[in-house]
């Protein structure tokens, strides 16, 4: 017997697509916020890299502790949602992201430590977020059609990542930031004055996030859900497995977050230091943040049209032609020059589009009430984003910032081979029984 996600609806709600158009609404503003969030680190990685002088490396602190938060927090984050409900551990999360953005007050009097720690309590409360809402969506409505739901609500997401870069860069970059070769002349005493006026740019725009996060919290916390229940299923004539790790494509979809995520984050981390190489573009920080837009702009178009195309085609075949597209892409970006690399890199974002929700929704094809737990393990994965920068750092100032970008091109040549894998997964699933 297989057990699988249920919603229980409120007195009063109707079942159907129709009662379900409340709560995808209100999840999706979750999506979109941390969305937003989650860019505005591309922001932040060169502003920061500037004001304290880093290497590669060492900037790509901010990502290394920002998703490894998701590691650490996600097996956490799937207990307390177990004990508190779904809709109690998104406002949980929602709160725990505001306190994150309160921390980054201090954190431009402090220091970059203090900045590190500011954005792994962040990352904490969107762990919690991503662990509460991404089942909520699954099940909200016919299975077969769950990633392209997915899909369309990560496509806000995609909206928030999108808003992001040009609203960091009118907010944080526009103030000019003294090259390092410029302070280290001055004396000592202004050289810390200058890096804490540099670094306060910051604490206006996370304030009003905070309040924001607050906010919906509120909302959030009153709001009419539905409440997920585990309920058995004698139909589907599937023996319940006990261990997650028993399921291959669960394993397999673990991987293609986190080399997906990886791959995604590195490309955006790096984005406005490619943008700003002579033989690429010569643009400045603030410039080079309007570009980055665009990179996060394709993947909410892609998702969008994703939502769509994937009500037809094979979620797997699609994911595949995707991740080969974005390989071809990478490859362009590190062995042309000026325009078309920059385009061809700032291409991979529509390709990107609907590889995150696809990934997930295929992994956790058929769980049941594994589902909680998996989608843990999935969020767990996402620490892919702490790693890959890193890898794609150390290569940045060992051979070079263009040639590091193999790092990402080998992160999809996985995704490529999960999609063709699964292409088919699909086919055998259940009907979805009438309400």
Not at 100 to 119: D, K, Q, T, W
Not at 195 to 223: E, H, I, K, N, W
Not at 289 to 297: K, L, P, T
Request: glycine fraction near 10%.
């Amino acid at each position: 017997m297989e057990h699988r996600l249920q919603a229980s609806l409120p007195a009063g709600q109707q079942a159907g697509s129709a009662g379900n158009t409340g709560p995808l609404i209100i999840i999706t503003v979750l999506f979109f916020m941390w969305g937003l969030l989650t860019s505005l680190n591309d922001v932040l990685i060169p502003h920061l890299k500037a004001v304290y002088t880093l290497s590669y490396v060492q900037a790509m602190l901010v990502q290394f502790c920002f998703f490894g938060a998701y590691f650490i927090v996600s097996l956490p984050a799937g207990m307390l949602i177990r004990k508190i409900g779904y809709q109690n551990g998104a406002v949980a999360g929602l709160m725990i992201a505001a306190a994150g953005c309160a921390l980054f007050f201090p954190a431009s009097r402090e220091g970059y430590g203090v900045f590190l720690l500011a954005f792994f309590v962040l990352a904490a409360g969107i762990t919690i977020l991503q662990v509460a809402a991404n089942p909520f969506v699954t099940v909200l409505g016919d299975p077969k059609t769950a990633s392209s739901r997915l899909t369309l609500t990560q496509a806000f997401n995609a909206l928030g990542t999108t808003v992001a870069p040009a609203l960091g860069g009118i907010l944080i970059l526009s103030g000019s930031v003294l090259p390092p070769a410029d302070i280290a002349l001055l004396p000592a005493a202004e050289q810390a004055v200058q890096r804490a006026a540099q670094a306060a740019s910051v604490q206006g725009p996370y304030l009003a996030l905070a309040t924001a996060l607050l906010v919906l919290a509120l909302m959030f916390a009153f709001a009419r859900l539905p409440r997920i229940n585990h309920a058995d299923d004698a139909g589907d004539g599937a023996t319940a497995k006990s261990s997650l790790l028993a399921h291959r494509h669960l394993v397999l979809g673990a991987i293609g977050i986190f080399v997906y995520v990886g791959g995604e984050v590195s490309i955006g981390s790096f984005l406005i230091n490619f943008l700003g190489e002579p033989e690429i573009a010569g643009l400045t920080h603030a410039a080079a943040a309007h570009y980055v837009s665009f990179y996060w702009g394709g993947a909410m178009v892609g998702r969008f049209a994703g939502f769509a195309v994937m009500r037809y085609l094979s979620p797997g075949k699609t994911l595949a032609f995707n991740a080969a597209c974005s390989i071809v892409l990478i490859l362009i970006a590190i062995f042309a020059r000026g325009q078309l690399a920059m385009w061809a890199i700032l291409a991979v974002g529509l390709c990107n589009s609907i590889m995150f929700p696809t990934i997930f929704s295929m992994a956790l094809h058929q769980l049941g009430k594994f589902t909680g737990q998996a989608s843990g393990i999935l969020c767990m994965a996402i620490v892919g984003g702490a790693l890959v920068p890193f890898a794609q750092g150390y290569l940045a100032d060992h051979i070079g910032l263009q040639w590091s970008f193999f790092v990402p091109a080998a992160c999809y040549t996985f995704i490529l081979y999960f999609g063709l894998k699964y292409a088919g997964l699909y086919n055998n699933a259940p009907a979805p029984r009438a309400a």
